[in-house]
């Protein structure tokens, strides 16, 4: 599952050919990546106006830089690109075509290259995510489970579709999901060093994308509930609590957060010693622009739309494709319900401990490890889903977890029915005498049959089938339901992340097949206009010369339809159009944003609403998509968020 996971995020990287299709890779890689350096000396290092280590420090021009990403993944994205630099020869000798060795030979200085290595980068950490899922829930629900909640991730589209991008979230999600499951791991097994790994986990987590910061709420919880496994176990068994178990529980918590401190430092430096830069850019520039307070552009397109259902809806629909987007919901569902119980039985259990004939209602060690997940997942999704920008990918952190409940309920459901099946399937006693049969223990195996170690039910090969009553009804469809559940997550899973794959990673970019007809069919001195916001088009092929803009002859102009409307701005377009010969959109963004903003923009919704219908004198003269597609089927996608 390993294998195919990462085939279908490394499946062409370099789908684009280098035009930069996505406007915040862009930045990172062009604007960031290619100045990053290591300190000439210790002295430089500590110097964040003169260290080329500092990506919040425009050395050039000696003024702050607004880089609001994680600086962790931004390190290991050009350390990577230096590694391909230096195995290009090796690439070569091996026979790598000539395309690839040029592009791992311009890795440690080319933005288009950095850009690869990077998507290179996550793709591998997003890989050891779903390895990181399966051994958290095979530790919450046993092997199959852990398998199973592997087996989703690696086929969510939305993951896939984030690894070919040089994005910070996907390394947030990898070590978020090292960081619960030492969470889990430290509520079981009480060591210190697992404390140790936990916080190093998160501080590498927050390192990567600083709105990971709730994270740090894992070892605190996990403190709690270990102090609490152990009252429980001690009650069990009828002895005392043993008084080390809260002095461990508070050095493992402070030794997790002063490891989450640590480790942010080390691999975000500058975020520490340029606080002031960091705090501008991360916490106020950034804050202002995900909570709506300022009003860019490029989160208008999320005006009006509905906090938390939206993030949601876009998943289930988009992200994962209905099938598997239910199956997560469905056990998203579930997770909630086990959350309240715990909850209830928390509280029950402390009161009942206060009174001296009280009756404890325990937790099961699969509710204790759901409440270090809720741990996370709560306050990062309540902060989160309540922003104005609403960008699909800042739902990755929470991606594994929701698919992880999915394959808990499967094994649920599974587990019910065969306890349902057991319950009934009791063997009548025979009134003939027989010789006495072999009766398996749980932990051991019956001659020619193995027996089930959640069932008593021991099958003699004495007693006729006949005598067996028929198994219960609801535990069959217990089992159905699992095994539905299970079929859907899986084929549905599969089919949505191969249609995705094969749709846009098999085929040509959009922009360039546009590019190239414009260039085969507009006529030489031909006029484009095209607007601010989005991209223009054309662009210059990699590699085929003669498709740019200077061969061909043609010359491009721009207006602002996200300027507000008034006199001005009417004057300007009809300039504008009277201007152009073509008129170029590479994508739905604005005019699908404005048209959700009737009342800021009557005027601009009226000149797309005559565009479309040839009322300006334009006619529609190419469309170029690249929908989701597989087995002659093609998915329509236009209602997706394109974020």
């Known amino acids: 599952m390993l294998l195919v996971g990462f085939g279908l995020r490394v499946w062409n990287l370099n789908f684009d050919r280098g035009i930069g299709s996505h406007p915040d890779e862009r930045s990172t890689a062009c604007f960031y990546a290619t100045t990053i350096a290591l300190p000439a000396s210790w002295d430089e290092f500590r110097d964040p106006q003169r260290s080329p280590m500092n990506p919040l420090w425009d050395l050039q021009q000696q003024r702050p830089r607004s880089f609001t990403y994680g600086h962790l993944p931004l390190y290991m994205g050009v350390a990577m690109g230096d590694l391909f630099h230096a195995l290009a020869p090796v690439a070569g000798a091996l026979g790598a075509p000539a395309e690839t060795v040029d592009l791992m030979q311009r890795a440690d200085s080319a933005c288009d290259a950095i850009a690869v290595a990077g998507r290179f980068t996550i793709a591998l950490l997003d890989t050891l995510t779903i390895f990181l899922l399966y051994l958290l829930g095979s530790r919450m629900f046993g092997r199959g489970g852990g398998l199973l909640a592997a087996t989703f991730y690696a086929f969510s589209a939305q993951a896939i579709q984030l690894s070919h991008f040089f994005a910070m979230d996907p390394a947030s999600t990898t070590f978020t999901v090292l960081a619960v499951l030492g969470g889990v791991s430290f509520v079981e097994r009480r060591k210190l060093w697992i404390a140790l790994l936990t916080g190093a986990a998160g501080g590498l987590a927050i390192a990567s994308k600083f709105s990971a910061l709730p994270v740090l709420a894992v070892p605190l919880v996990a403190a709690i509930l270990m102090v609490w496994r152990a009252l429980q176990e001690s009650r069990q068994e009828g002895r005392p609590l043993d008084g080390r178990v809260p002095f461990a529980a508070i050095a493992g918590l402070v030794l997790a957060w002063v490891a989450a401190a640590a480790t942010f430092f080390v691999t975000s430096p500058y975020a520490v010693l340029d606080w002031g830069n960091f705090s501008r850019a991360v916490l106020v520039e950034q804050g202002m622009m995900v909570r709506g307070v300022a009003d860019f552009p490029f989160t208008r397109q999320y005006r009006n739309t509905t906090p938390y259902l939206y993030f949601i809806q876009q998943q289930v629909q988009w992200g994962l494709g209905w099938a598997l987007g239910l199956v997560a919901a469905a056990g998203t569902l579930y997770a909630i319900y086990e959350l309240g119980r715990s909850v209830f039985r928390f509280v029950a259990t402390w009161i009942a401990l206060g009174r001296p004939n009280g009756t ?284």
């Open 360 to 643: 404890p209602r325990w937790l099961t060690d699969a509710q204790m490890a759901n409440l270090v997940v809720w741990s996370w997942v709560l306050p990062y999704f309540g902060i989160t889903g309540a922003f104005l920008a609403k960008f699909n990918r800042y739902m990755s952190p929470v991606l594994p977890f929701v698919l992880l409940w999915g394959a808990w309920l499967i094994v649920v459901l599974w587990k019910a029915g065969a306890r349902g099946e057991g319950r009934v399937a009791t063997p009548e006693i025979a009134v003939e005498p027989k010789p006495e049969p072999e009766v398996a223990e749980l932990d051991q195996e019956a001659s020619g049959d193995s027996v089930d170690s959640e069932s008593a039910i021991s099958l003699s090969p004495y007693l006729p089938i006949s005598n067996l009553q028929s198994p219960n009804r609801l535990a069959s469809l217990y089992r159905f339901a699992a095994l539905l559940l299970a079929t859907l997550g899986i084929a549905g899973g599969l089919f949505w992340s191969l249609a995705y794959v094969n749709g846009v990673y098999n085929r040509e970019h959009t922009w360039i097949t546009a590019s190239r007809w414009i260039y085969e069919n507009v006529p030489s001195g031909s006029v484009i206009l095209w607007e601010l916001w989005d991209d223009p088009l054309p662009k210059s092929i990699p590699g085929e010369p003669g498709m740019d803009m200077y061969s061909t002859g043609l010359s491009n102009i721009d207006w602002s339809p996200y300027e507000e409307d008034t006199a001005d701005k009417f004057e300007i377009m009809k300039q504008k159009l009277r201007e152009a010969d073509y008129v170029a959109y590479s994508s739905k963004r604005i005019y699908d944003s404005v048209d959700e903003l009737p009342q800021r923009y009557p005027m601009t919704n009226l000149y797309y609403q005559a565009m479309r219908d040839g009322r300006l004198g334009f006619e529609l003269a190419q469309e170029v998509t690249s929908p989701p597609q597989l087995l002659g089927m093609v998915l329509d996608d236009r209602h997706a968020d394109e974020s």
